[in-house]
């Protein structure tokens, strides 16, 4: 198994609040949509029609999905118009999806190979 070097670990023991905050950010990235719509995300910034396309979820759905991030200050929001336009908060999250992405791919590919 491998393991991140040591110094991308986190620097301190996490208190109670961060281990909450930690737990609500891994559930709302438990979602397979979010998670779609978050590494859509990860290329730059869209606005709903480009990340419905990208996630093929209704469009209301994909709205719904967007409030939650954003109210959860995962994504931000800024108009273009009358468009509003996604974009990731930070680097953080998107090497939290790129990791989650990363170990989905260490499983598959550890998979036996059944005849």
């Known amino acids: 198994m ?21 737990a609500e950010i891994l559930a709302l990235l438990g979602d397979r949509t ?14 709903v029609t480009t990340l419905t396309e990208a996630c093929g979820a ?4 994909v709205s719904q999905h967007l409030a939650r991030l954003r109210l959860a200050g995962l994504v931000s929001t800024r108009k273009e118009g009358r468009r509003v336009i996604y974009a990731l908060r930070d680097g953080h999250l998107r090497r939290l999806v790129d990791e989650a992405l990363n170990v989905a791919d260490h499983r598959i590919s550890d998979r036996p190979v059944h005849d």
């Open 58 to 61: 209704a469009r209301p759905a």
């Open 34 to 47: 979010r998670l779609t719509l978050l590494h859509a995300l990860t290329g730059g910034e869209a606005d």
């Open 2 to 22: 491998h393991l991140s070097s040591a110094h991308d670990a986190h620097p301190r023991t996490p208190g109670e609040e961060q281990f909450a905050l930690a």
